[in-house]
């Protein structure tokens, strides 16, 4: 079956220092890959995405993750994180398998708590 | 626009109780979803409707219903609750075709006693 992997439940950090997530899928094929961020008590905002092209993605609040074809990696990272970065952050992927690109798969997520 | 709106926002059921979700969404998207949302579990597929008229399974669709009422609205009914039903529930759109990011709501905590 399809899975996403974050690799860590929980990180935490001081403010100012550098962020990666990890993120696996079990892929192959051509895939869409997206992080989406969930600040506490709100719902799922979209981070960043990626389809094609450069693999180095930016998205908002200055974050960025690198797509890695080989690994079937998709690291989220920030090189300095605000204490208004604490959230939970969930990698998502789709692709041609089981119900093809019409259906997301989502990691488990990684709860981040950056401490002042 | 309100984007994705969902209704209500808390709810408390007995068991055997049943209740219906509402979603709705403003932006014309021809697909919508709704996900329940469990700690260390991510978000998990209940029902899809790729387009209106349309309905599918997901990864956990038992004890489930949805209607894809008109392109606008689809709601999720749980006809008869049981306690392993409390979660977090949450309804996303996307525009269909080859734009994948999908939108999601506020979300419905819901509780079953």
């Known amino acids: 079956a399809q899975s996403v992997s974050q690799h860590n439940h929980h990180v935490i950090l001081s403010e100012a220092a550098s962020l990666e997530l990890g993120c696996n899928y079990s892929y192959g094929g051509t895939v869409n890959l997206f992080w989406y961020v969930q600040y506490p008590g709100q719902h799922l905002q979209l981070l960043l995405k990626?389809?094609?092209?450069?693999?180095l993605v930016k998205g908002i609040k200055g974050f960025e993750a690198e797509f890695i074809k080989s690994k079937f990696s998709f690291n989220l990272r920030k090189p300095s994180v605000q204490w208004s970065d604490t959230a939970e952050y969930f990698c998502a992927v789709n692709g041609p398998h089981g119900g093809g690109y019409n259906k997301l798969i989502f990691g488990a997520g990684t709860r981040l708590a950056v401490h002042p | 626009n309100a984007g994705v709106t969902q209704t209500p926002k808390f709810q408390v059921l007995k068991t055997g109780q049943s209740m219906t979700l509402q979603c709705a969404q403003d932006?014309?998207?021809?697909?919508m979803y709704w996900y329940r949302q469990d700690p260390g579990m991510g978000l998990r597929l209940i029902y899809y409707s790729a387009s209106e008229g349309t309905t599918d399974k997901g990864e956990v669709p038992n004890g489930y219903n949805v209607s894809r009422l008109n392109k606008r609205e689809f709601s999720l009914r749980l006809e008869s609750a049981a306690p392993s039903q409390t979660s977090v529930y949450f309804c996303?759109?996307?525009?269909?075709?080859?734009?994948?990011?999908?939108?999601f709501g506020p979300g419905t905590r819901l509780t079953v006693t």
């Open positions: 932006m014309n998207h021809n697909s």
């Open positions: 990626y389809f094609s092209g450069d693999p």
């Open positions: 996303a759109s996307r525009p269909g075709g080859q734009s994948y990011e999908q939108y």
